[in-house]
């Protein structure tokens, strides 16, 4: 669920109207924190908007400053709203604003994801030591391993974490996502990214003068 502003809405079933958005800019600035805390307790998704219009930011600040990724950062601001709307029964405006609540759920979602990068790290990392499965690989064979090795090296984290877990551990996107606790979607997203990358750097290699194709045949 991906909470903005142009998802307000003045009834389910009648089409997007073009004023809605400024609707809830107005309504943001006129309505207090309690307001907006008492409406999403009783589940009204105008307040879960507002909020978002409001406190996203924060979130986004705090989440930043402990993972160091504003991409990974905006992942962890969408899963604070949504944990948000899923527990909003258990607001109680009474113990604390709203401010106050979302930094609680920060603080938690964070520290999930953290966990969830070290697990990713640990299992990469034991993947790329684990020995061939096969004790009868040519030298064509071991060097693929290093080919791939190499351009593993030159991805970005995420992207070659999946790719390093798909290759070395032998594991299937759905086995990533339930290791790793990453969504299934997103692992498919960093293998197909890493693919095209190391296709894209394979090729300029195999192109480059002097240097034989990868599997080390000569061409003469």
Known sequence: MTVTST????????????????????????LSDEAIGRGLARGDEHCLVLAHRRWARLVHTLAVRSLGDPREAEDVTQQVFL??????????????PVP???VGITRRKTADALTARTRR?????????????RTDEGPEHVLD???????????????RDVLTLAYFA??????IADRTGLPLGTVKSHARRGLQRMRRSLATTEAAPGRAPVGGENTD
């Open 145 to 159: 391993r290093i080919v791939v090795t190499r351009e593993l090296a030159r991805l970005p984290r995420d992207q």
């Open 7 to 30: 998802d307000v809405r003045p009834d389910p079933g009648s089409p997007p109207d073009t004023r809605t958005g400024a609707l809830s800019a107005a309504l943001s600035d006129t």
């Open 83 to 96: 944990a948000a709307w899923r527990g909003r029964a258990g607001y109680r405006p009474e113990r604390g």
């Open 121 to 133: 790290l640990d299992l990469a990392a034991a993947a790329a030591l684990m020995p061939p499965t």
């Open 100 to 102: 106050a609540w979302l």
């Open 170 to 175: 032998d594991l299937t996107q759905a086995q």
